[in-house]
């Protein structure tokens, strides 16, 4: 972040005693605590929802999440001369949960549930929130990879990456087919339990990943909730669980000590497993592999990216056999 942002903070009743560089963004220290300044992406019209849910969760437990904090014309936002929008936040003084942590991992998702309990609250009726569709997503998903591999099969010169990407392409292409179709027929037979997750009032963090989580002496803290959506609440376990899985090669003993971690705190009905089975079994790593090639310069492949799907294939098998041993039996 250019240190010129800096000048943003003269636009609130800050007394700054000293600032600092953090990732993506500066830290900075006031007599009432640490402070973040960020540059913010989304909808400004976001922010006052994303704030209320944050003070509906300090409200209903004890889990520590950020603040937004207004300027001070009480907007929650502040725009520097390149009219580029920021926020302030409250912050927290501790390390990011490890990822090579078992306890840590388990601990995470023991704080999701309790968080999950706290993050349901409804609309107000002048309020528009529309919910997330998986089935939607999915599709759109699913065209974008029809439309790459088009792209690659009409290509006259292929590089190596390219080569060996086509050469598995159809086996995760109709994998992503076989989920979506499956994941609809399961919807249509299980209506009754589908729940509207906006007018439920039911919300996600979003992005719930170990860099969003921060061990203080006492307490795990939630951060970054920028991402904040209506959504089944599998949503943040499903993102957990397949970052914490993909790290331990889809170890069994991994998948089920957090998925236990979880239910103490928050038992998951059949439907919920078996949402979480699907989310799990569509190729999404596969997706965002193709999609990165894709979306970038596609004369120059990185090695990471080659990497990326050299690991993807090597875990396939033992993803395949997470799904069907610790999972299969669970769902409906």
Known sequence: MNDRAVSVLSEYDFEVIRTWKGRGAILFETPEGIRIL????????????????????RENCDIPVEEILPNKEGALWTKDQNQNTYIVKTYFDGRECSIRDGGECRQAVGVLARLHKAMRMPAEPEEEISAFCLEREYEKHNRELKKVRRFLREKSQKNDFEI?????????????????????????????????????????????????????????????????????????????????????????????????????????????????????????????????????????????????????????????????????????
């Open 38 to 57: 960020k540059e913010y992406g989304g909808f400004t019209d976001k922010l006052a929802v994303q704030n209320k849910l944050l003070s509906h969760i």
């Open 164 to 332: 060996y990407l086509l050469q598995y392409y159809d086996r995760f292409m109709e994998k992503a087919l076989e989920v979506t179709e499956r994941w609809k027929r399961y919807c249509r037979s299980a209506r009754e339990e589908a729940e509207d997750s906006a007018a439920a009032g039911v919300w996600c963090h979003g992005d719930y990943q170990y860099h969003n989580l921060l061990l203080t002496e006492n307490d795990v803290c939630v951060i970054n909730f920028e991402k904040c959506i209506c959504d089944s609440q599998i949503r943040d376990l499903y993102l957990f669980l397949r970052k914490l899985l993909e790290k331990n090669n889809w170890a069994p003993s991994v998948g089920n000590g957090l998925l236990e971690a979880y239910q103490r705190q928050r038992p998951l009905s059949k439907g919920e497993l078996s949402q979480l089975y699907y989310r799990l079994a569509y190729p999404e790593k596969f997706w965002k592999i193709v999609n990165f090639y894709y979306n970038t310069g596609k004369s120059w492949i990185p090695g990471r990216n080659m990497e990326k799907f050299d690991k993807l294939l090597r875990q396939e098998k033992e993803k395949e056999l997470f799904l069907d041993t610790l999972l299969a039996d669970r769902r409906a």
